[in-house]
């Protein structure tokens, strides 16, 4: 059997839909189909968000939003002042999907449920006529003069144009190989940290807003960091594992982190602070309450590593002990031994070398005809509702380019 579409889009993903839908909004005349290997349509948007889909981030400058992605930030300036978070909130709202803004500027469906997305996008295509043909893996990809043919394990297809909009799908990349693209290899984006360490043993669930620093590296990051009981994550550590995710990845995740519990308190800030507590607390006892915005047992932990008993009166201690503890809060050393991948966010840095790709239009500049969105190029995003825009404004981009 063979298939003939205007525009065949291969990925039944978030980028994949998105694209599909504003092409068809844009010009109904075309005939458009989306190939999904797998059962199910929309799966990563599914489970995304603890189920509760972090659709964008509420940053609504291009300038400032490119920040967030550790690979990308120039390629997305453009892309982003053509189609931004306000824009997305815009067309969700359009959609008759109203989106909420949490503390953290994370953006949510009010519904709380992330089938609120996937309802939107089943029912926009539905009625624009889209085709969603699902089971269809490809197997491979051929460009003739004028067309392109894609085969999957059911039959043959033929498309004037090709939309790559498969994530991090190391068969298709290697489909985009033989066509001359050069591929990043990719490597895991957003992990957590294991360290096994007595100072932090018993403190899962602790936190505390934190700097953090690979040793002997240009690397850092600042946020909360939550302590696990296999070491340590939040948003702090995440950031620093996608800003280093190559690095990381060449240390085999082997590495020494500095923590600075006080974030920008400088080592001799703190000594000058210990001084006045010294004086000031004289007959109270250290370990008991912490003089910081630390949690207490994060601080008698850290008092304690300081060997300061946990009986020990300000006024007894030496001069050492001060040193040692302003240390520990300013330049704890751990021992990383390993990562945790995040679950919920399956990101890998890697993915089409972004010199061949036109920005503008998300075009291959290898092949005429041949468009990509979303993760399958070599751009990635920290936690938060990023990696979705990038999906978004990609999307809304080859189908503002190919619908004309």
């Known amino acids: 059997m063979n298939s003939n579409f205007d525009i065949i889009i291969v990925g039944g993903g978030a980028a994949g839909f998105f694209t599909a839908i504003n092409t068809v909004e844009k010009n109904p005349k075309l ?3 989306i190939l999904e290997r797998g059962k ?24 400032d939003l490119v920040k967030f992605y550790p690979r990308g930030e120039k390629e997305l300036r453009g892309p982003f002042n053509q189609f931004c978070s306000g824009d997305t909130i815009e067309w969700f709202d359009r959609h008759g999907v109203e989106l909420k803004i949490e503390e953290d500027g994370r953006m949510f469906p009010v519904s709380d449920s992330s089938q609120t997305i996937i309802d939107c996008f089943l029912s ?31 039959e043959t ?29 990719p490597v895991p984006s957003l992990f957590t940290f294991n360290i096994k360490d007595s100072r932090i043993k018993d403190l899962m669930g602790l936190s505390a807003f934190a700097k953090v620093k690979v040793k002997g590296s240009k690397l850092e990051a600042a946020g909360p ?36 519990w006080l974030n920008e308190v400088t080592f001799e800030e703190a000594m000058d602070t210990l001084k006045e507590l010294k004086q000031e607390h004289a007959k109270k006892t250290v370990s008991k309450k912490s003089p910081f915005e630390l949690p207490n047992r994060l601080w008698e932990s850290l008092v304690i590593a300081s060997e300061i008993d946990s009986e020990r009166k300000w006024a007894d201690l030496s001069k050492k002990q001060l040193t040692d503890l302003a240390n520990q809060l300013t330049n704890g050393e751990f021992q990383v031994n390993g990562k ?12 089409i070398d972004l010199k061949e790709i036109n920005f503008k239009t998300m075009e291959s500049k290898l092949h005429k005809n041949l468009f990509f969105a979303g993760e399958i190029v070599n751009i990635d995003a920290i936690t938060g509702g990023f990696n979705f825009q990038n999906a978004w404004t990609s999307g809304f981009i080859v189908a503002q380019s190919i619908s004309t």
């Open 157 to 185: 297809f033929a498309c004037q144009k090709l939309i790559m909009t498969t994530g991090s799908n190391p068969k298709i990349w290697d489909m985009l190989t033989e066509l001359g693209h050069n591929i990043v290899s």
């Open 225 to 260: 960091l939550l302590i696990t009981h296999w070491g340590m994550s939040g948003p702090g550590i995440l950031r620093l594992s996608a800003w280093g995710a190559r690095e990381l990845f060449d240390k085999n995740y082997q590495f020494t982190l500095q923590v600075n």
């Open 124 to 154: 926009a295509t539905q009625k624009l006529g889209i085709q969603i043909l699902t089971g269809q893996s490809v197997q491979s990809i051929f460009k003739a003069e004028d067309y392109w043919k894609v085969e999957t394990n059911h």
């Open 31 to 33: 005939k458009v189909a």
């Open 340 to 351: 945790s991948t995040f679950k919920e966010e399956f990101v890998t840095a890697g993915g």
């Open 40 to 63: 199910t349509v929309l799966e990563k948007v599914r489970i995304s968000g603890g189920g509760r889909c972090n659709v964008t981030h509420a940053c609504f400058v291009p300038n």
